[in-house]
């Protein structure tokens, strides 16, 4: 299943180095899009005018300009919205989400599962939003899933079956009734029994496992997670109940953000699954660093290697030396090219153990602490991706080993 990639004349043209989308089997894949025309910054078609600036809505107008480029992103990979397995929305201002699902129910009347998480700031000053899609094809249709889990108040569908693989919206820990429920916080009159972070993993895992019934999988089946803190200093707390619904654990991205939907949440978590018709194979990686927390560096499945998220840590020393300028010349070198090439070395080794190599890197999510640092990083992402893959940017509150700058998350397909 090797990548194929898809050219989108009809969109603008960006500035950094990606592809709008490939094609790899019945999923496409495309890159985050925001509403820049890569010319004038925003563009000026998403612009309030500043002559009646009570008139009209800056997210509503970007949302429909994203939206509308994805369209004719998905056209011309052979598919479309309406194919849409999975949703991923960055804000950088929460506060404008009930105006963008305003627009995201005119393109979705049928709704993919969608993740929304707050982040720091995207590429180009003064866009909003961000939004990342995953389609299949029209001859692979999606199957919606629904359990007894919680219904959201949003725009948004709990899962969709793809092929062999069940994609789940992003959960936090809410029963879209009373916020965050009696079961997931501590109680008032005991303040110093108990965990809030314990207890919002517990419901939300516990909710997953509905999920993943209800699509014929289970959560021994992850082959991949994505989870989005509100504040990293819960993460000790949340790796431990993460141990014992995952005892074979799968590859996963943990990475700070803003704010979720549902006031006093903290954590969302987000799961790719396999169906027990589907082989996986957990991936041992050698020779990169071994992690601390409780994750899997790559598992495959069908056509596809789902990798870890990587930050430039040694899980010893914290940021090694390699990845370091050498403090007695501080003004050689650069710490985000070091950090960089040292995380994309070892991924380049994590598909290499996994059958598979970086040129067949079918989508890239990239999270950097300080988006001040993407001209140095996008030098060294074209060093190693002459064809680069389509990719999301996106700023992060902070990442789990002080001092990284950058996490990268990447898909590929077997050659």
């Keep these: 299943m090797p990548r194929i990639d898809v050219a989108v004349p009809g969109i603008p043209q960006p500035l950094a180095h990606y592809t709008p989308a490939v094609r790899a089997g019945h999923l496409v894949f495309a890159a985050g899009q925001l509403a820049s025309d890569f010319a004038t910054g925003v563009a000026p078609e998403t ?11 800056a997210v509503k107008k970007q949302t429909r300009y994203v939206l509308d480029n994805l369209a004719r992103t998905f056209r011309a990979a052979g598919t479309s919205l309406d194919h849409v397995v999975k949703a991923q929305v960055f804000h950088t201002d929460l506060a404008n989400f009930n105006g963008f699902d305003e627009v995201w ?8 599962p969608r993740t929304t998480i707050g982040t720091t700031g995207l590429l180009v000053p003064g866009t909003l939003v961000e939004i990342d899609l995953v389609a299949t094809m029209p001859d692979a249709p999606g199957r919606i899933v629904r359990s007894e889990a919680p219904r959201p108040l949003a725009n948004y569908s709990e899962a969709i079956v793809a092929g062999d693989l069940v994609f789940a919206a992003g959960q936090l820990a809410s029963d879209f009734t009373t916020g965050v429920p009696p079961e ?3 109680d008032p009159a005991f303040p110093f029994y108990g965990s809030d972070i314990k207890r919002q993993t517990r419901y939300v895992l516990e909710n997953l496992t509905k999920t993943m019934r209800a699509a014929g999988a289970s959560l021994d089946r992850v082959v991949k997670a994505q989870v989005f803190h509100t504040d990293l200093a819960n993460f000790f707390a949340f790796d431990e109940v993460w141990k014992e619904f995952f005892p074979t654990p799968p590859p996963r991205t943990t990475v700070g953000t803003t704010g979720l939907l549902v006031k006093d949440t903290l954590v969302e978590i987000d799961l790719i699954a396999a ?19 409780h994750y899997t560096p790559a598992t495959r499945v069908g056509g596809l290697v789902f990798a870890a998220g990587q930050i430039a840590s040694d899980y010893r020393t914290g940021v090694p030396l390699a990845a370091r300028r050498d403090p007695t010349f501080p003004f050689y070198g650069s710490d985000i090219k070091r950090q960089t090439r040292y995380v994309l070395d070892n991924l380049a080794r994590t598909f290499k153990a996994a059958g598979t190599s970086m040129d067949q890197v079918v989508k890239a999510q990239v ?11 996008d030098e060294v992402w074209r060093e190693v991706f002459p064809s680069p893959p389509p990719r999301t940017t996106i700023g992060t509150t902070g990442l789990l080993v002080p001092g990284c700058l950058v996490e990268i998350d990447l898909i590929a397909a077997m050659p």
């Design 367 to 377: 999270f950097h602490t300080d988006l001040g640092n993407f001209a140095e990083f």
């Design 47 to 57: 612009r309030i005018d500043p002559a009646f600036p009570f008139y009209g809505s």
């Design 105 to 112: 129910k005119e393109f979705f009347p049928s709704p993919p």
């Design 184 to 186: 997931a916080r501590r």
């Design 275 to 293: 169906l027990p018709s589907a082989r996986i194979e957990r991936i041992e990686v050698s020779d990169i660093p071994q992690p601390l927390a």
